[in-house]
Protein backbone atom coordinates (compact mmCIF):
# COMPACT_ATOMS: atom_id res chain seq x y z
CA UNK A 1 0.00 0.00 0.00
CA UNK A 2 1.16 3.60 -0.98
CA UNK A 3 1.98 5.56 2.02
CA UNK A 4 0.88 9.34 2.72
CA UNK A 5 1.53 11.45 -0.49
CA UNK A 6 2.11 15.47 -0.21
CA UNK A 7 2.44 17.65 -3.16
CA UNK A 8 4.53 19.65 -4.30
CA UNK A 9 7.64 19.13 -2.72
CA UNK A 10 9.25 22.12 -2.67
CA UNK A 11 7.77 25.60 -3.21
CA UNK A 12 9.08 29.27 -3.44
CA UNK A 13 6.44 32.03 -2.99
CA UNK A 14 6.86 35.63 -2.48
CA UNK A 15 5.45 37.16 0.65
CA UNK A 16 1.64 38.59 0.51
CA UNK A 17 1.43 35.26 -1.87
CA UNK A 18 -1.04 32.17 -1.31
CA UNK A 19 -0.10 28.71 -1.52
CA UNK A 20 -2.20 25.41 -1.23
CA UNK A 21 -0.74 22.41 0.04
CA UNK A 22 -2.18 18.90 -0.72
CA UNK A 23 -1.93 15.44 1.30
CA UNK A 24 -3.46 12.08 0.75
CA UNK A 25 -3.79 9.87 3.24
CA UNK A 26 -2.93 6.34 3.50
CA UNK A 27 -6.11 4.09 1.86
CA UNK A 28 -8.36 3.61 4.54
CA UNK A 29 -7.32 6.17 7.15
CA UNK A 30 -9.85 8.72 7.65
CA UNK A 31 -7.90 11.11 9.96
CA UNK A 32 -5.55 13.84 8.72
CA UNK A 33 -3.12 16.35 10.60
CA UNK A 34 -1.26 19.17 9.33
CA UNK A 35 1.75 20.29 11.14
CA UNK A 36 4.41 23.21 10.49
CA UNK A 37 8.29 22.48 10.89
CA UNK A 38 10.43 25.05 11.78
CA UNK A 39 14.11 24.61 11.05
CA UNK A 40 15.81 23.39 14.01
CA UNK A 41 12.41 22.84 16.03
CA UNK A 42 9.50 19.86 16.33
CA UNK A 43 6.63 19.84 14.38
CA UNK A 44 4.10 22.05 15.55
CA UNK A 45 0.58 21.02 15.24
CA UNK A 46 -2.41 23.04 12.68
CA UNK A 47 -5.15 21.14 11.97
CA UNK A 48 -6.79 17.34 12.34
CA UNK A 49 -9.80 16.36 10.30
CA UNK A 50 -11.52 13.33 10.78
CA UNK A 51 -14.31 12.08 8.54
CA UNK A 52 -14.37 15.85 6.62
CA UNK A 53 -14.54 17.60 10.05
CA UNK A 54 -12.51 19.33 12.24
CA UNK A 55 -11.38 17.79 15.19
CA UNK A 56 -8.90 20.58 16.19
CA UNK A 57 -7.24 23.97 15.81
CA UNK A 58 -3.57 24.43 16.75
CA UNK A 59 -2.01 27.93 18.01
CA UNK A 60 -2.00 29.03 14.21
CA UNK A 61 -3.52 32.52 12.77
CA UNK A 62 -6.81 32.54 10.72
CA UNK A 63 -4.67 33.01 7.26
CA UNK A 64 -4.29 29.50 7.97
CA UNK A 65 -7.04 26.92 6.89
CA UNK A 66 -7.53 23.36 5.69
CA UNK A 67 -10.18 21.41 3.92
CA UNK A 68 -10.74 17.44 3.69
CA UNK A 69 -12.85 15.87 1.22
CA UNK A 70 -14.69 12.98 0.56
CA UNK A 71 -12.26 10.64 -0.29
CA UNK A 72 -10.18 11.51 3.04
CA UNK A 73 -7.42 13.64 1.09
CA UNK A 74 -6.64 17.13 2.58
CA UNK A 75 -5.70 20.44 1.47
CA UNK A 76 -3.90 23.48 3.14
CA UNK A 77 -4.05 27.00 2.29
CA UNK A 78 -2.33 29.98 4.01
CA UNK A 79 -2.90 33.25 2.75
CA UNK A 80 -1.02 36.58 2.62
CA UNK A 81 2.58 34.58 3.27
CA UNK A 82 4.63 35.95 5.48
CA UNK A 83 8.08 35.24 5.68
CA UNK A 84 7.93 33.16 9.03
CA UNK A 85 5.50 30.85 6.88
CA UNK A 86 8.60 29.49 5.40
CA UNK A 87 8.93 25.82 6.97
CA UNK A 88 8.28 21.60 6.08
CA UNK A 89 4.83 21.51 6.34
CA UNK A 90 3.50 17.77 7.17
CA UNK A 91 0.88 15.72 6.88
CA UNK A 92 -0.01 12.75 8.70
CA UNK A 93 -3.03 9.96 8.88
CA UNK A 94 -4.21 7.98 11.45
CA UNK A 95 -7.03 4.60 10.96
CA UNK A 96 -9.06 6.60 13.66
CA UNK A 97 -9.98 9.92 15.48
CA UNK A 98 -6.78 10.53 17.07
CA UNK A 99 -3.24 11.13 17.34
CA UNK A 100 -2.23 7.79 18.27
CA UNK A 101 -0.21 6.38 15.85
CA UNK A 102 0.43 8.48 13.31
CA UNK A 103 1.89 8.07 9.57
CA UNK A 104 3.67 10.98 8.10
CA UNK A 105 4.14 12.39 4.61
CA UNK A 106 7.35 13.31 3.45
CA UNK A 107 6.60 17.06 3.42
CA UNK A 108 6.05 20.06 1.75
CA UNK A 109 9.20 22.39 1.86
CA UNK A 110 7.55 26.33 1.79
CA UNK A 111 10.13 29.12 1.22
CA UNK A 112 8.98 32.48 1.58
CA UNK A 113 11.17 35.30 0.13
CA UNK B 1 4.80 25.82 22.41
CA UNK B 2 6.49 22.79 23.47
CA UNK B 3 6.10 20.29 25.80
CA UNK B 4 8.85 18.34 25.27
CA UNK B 5 12.28 18.79 25.43
CA UNK B 6 14.95 16.31 24.49
CA UNK B 7 18.07 16.22 25.40
CA UNK B 8 21.01 15.91 24.30
CA UNK B 9 20.23 18.35 21.55
CA UNK B 10 22.51 16.50 19.35
CA UNK B 11 24.53 12.94 20.14
CA UNK B 12 27.40 11.46 18.03
CA UNK B 13 28.35 7.84 18.71
CA UNK B 14 30.61 4.93 16.78
CA UNK B 15 28.58 2.31 15.76
CA UNK B 16 27.65 -0.62 18.11
CA UNK B 17 27.54 1.85 21.04
CA UNK B 18 24.49 2.36 22.55
CA UNK B 19 22.63 5.88 21.73
CA UNK B 20 20.53 7.58 25.00
CA UNK B 21 18.67 10.10 24.42
CA UNK B 22 16.36 11.82 27.37
CA UNK B 23 12.61 13.59 27.33
CA UNK B 24 11.24 15.72 29.65
CA UNK B 25 7.17 17.44 29.62
CA UNK B 26 5.91 19.56 31.81
CA UNK B 27 1.87 18.31 31.86
CA UNK B 28 0.73 14.92 32.79
CA UNK B 29 0.00 13.08 29.66
CA UNK B 30 -2.00 9.81 28.55
CA UNK B 31 0.99 8.94 25.94
CA UNK B 32 4.15 9.43 24.76
CA UNK B 33 5.10 8.33 21.42
CA UNK B 34 8.97 8.57 19.68
CA UNK B 35 9.12 9.37 16.24
CA UNK B 36 12.47 9.26 13.94
CA UNK B 37 12.96 11.51 11.21
CA UNK B 38 15.72 11.76 8.84
CA UNK B 39 16.97 14.32 6.79
CA UNK B 40 14.04 17.06 7.41
CA UNK B 41 11.49 14.39 6.01
CA UNK B 42 8.76 12.74 7.15
CA UNK B 43 8.65 11.56 10.65
CA UNK B 44 8.41 7.53 11.40
CA UNK B 45 6.49 6.32 14.46
CA UNK B 46 9.29 4.26 16.28
CA UNK B 47 6.96 3.32 19.62
CA UNK B 48 4.39 4.28 21.96
CA UNK B 49 3.88 3.74 25.49
CA UNK B 50 1.17 4.59 28.07
CA UNK B 51 1.12 6.43 31.34
CA UNK B 52 0.50 3.09 33.20
CA UNK B 53 3.35 1.68 31.74
CA UNK B 54 7.08 1.80 32.87
CA UNK B 55 8.92 0.37 30.06
CA UNK B 56 8.39 -0.83 26.69
CA UNK B 57 10.68 -2.81 24.09
CA UNK B 58 10.67 -3.07 20.36
CA UNK B 59 13.82 -4.88 18.32
CA UNK B 60 16.82 -2.22 19.64
CA UNK B 61 14.85 0.08 20.94
CA UNK B 62 13.61 0.54 24.93
CA UNK B 63 11.75 3.00 26.31
CA UNK B 64 10.90 3.98 29.71
CA UNK B 65 8.99 6.29 31.70
CA UNK B 66 8.68 8.03 34.97
CA UNK B 67 5.51 9.50 35.00
CA UNK B 68 6.39 10.84 38.75
CA UNK B 69 9.74 12.69 37.38
CA UNK B 70 7.47 13.39 34.13
CA UNK B 71 10.82 12.33 31.92
CA UNK B 72 10.87 9.62 29.34
CA UNK B 73 14.21 7.58 28.13
CA UNK B 74 14.74 6.01 24.52
CA UNK B 75 17.69 3.50 24.20
CA UNK B 76 19.10 2.59 20.97
CA UNK B 77 20.93 -1.33 21.61
CA UNK B 78 23.92 -1.82 19.14
CA UNK B 79 23.74 1.57 17.09
CA UNK B 80 23.59 1.30 13.26
CA UNK B 81 25.23 4.17 10.56
CA UNK B 82 21.37 3.94 9.25
CA UNK B 83 20.36 5.42 12.99
CA UNK B 84 21.18 8.87 12.10
CA UNK B 85 18.63 10.95 12.49
CA UNK B 86 16.95 13.19 14.69
CA UNK B 87 14.50 12.08 17.34
CA UNK B 88 11.40 13.22 18.71
CA UNK B 89 8.99 12.39 21.88
CA UNK B 90 5.52 13.41 21.75
CA UNK B 91 3.00 13.72 24.04
CA UNK B 92 -0.69 13.99 24.18
CA UNK B 93 -2.83 15.53 27.29
CA UNK B 94 -4.70 13.50 29.54
CA UNK B 95 -8.34 14.70 28.97
CA UNK B 96 -9.58 13.57 25.68
CA UNK B 97 -8.15 13.13 21.89
CA UNK B 98 -5.56 15.94 22.25
CA UNK B 99 -3.08 16.62 19.16
CA UNK B 100 0.06 15.56 19.84
CA UNK B 101 2.65 18.43 21.06
CA UNK B 102 6.72 17.55 19.84
CA UNK B 103 9.55 18.32 21.93
CA UNK B 104 12.90 19.84 19.45
CA UNK B 105 14.70 16.54 18.92
CA UNK B 106 17.57 15.02 19.65
CA UNK B 107 20.14 14.76 16.35
CA UNK B 108 21.86 11.42 16.39
CA UNK B 109 24.95 11.09 14.31
CA UNK B 110 26.46 7.31 14.22
CA UNK B 111 29.98 6.73 12.71
CA UNK B 112 30.78 3.87 10.95
Known amino acids: DAGVTQSPTHLIKTRGQQVTLRCSPI?????VSWYQQVLGQGPQFIFQ???????GRGNFPDRFSARQFPNYSSELNVNALLLGDSALYLC????????????FGPGTRLTVT | SQQGEEDPQALSIQEGENATMNCSYKTSINNLQWYRQNSGRGLVHLIL?????REKHSGRLRVTLDTSKKSSSLLITASRAADTASYFC????????????FGKGTRLSVIA
Open chain 1, 92 to 103: ASSLEDSFLKQY
Open chain 2, 90 to 101: ATDGRSGNTPLV
Open chain 2, 49 to 53: IRSNE
Open chain 1, 49 to 55: YYEKEER
Open chain 1, 27 to 31: SGHKS
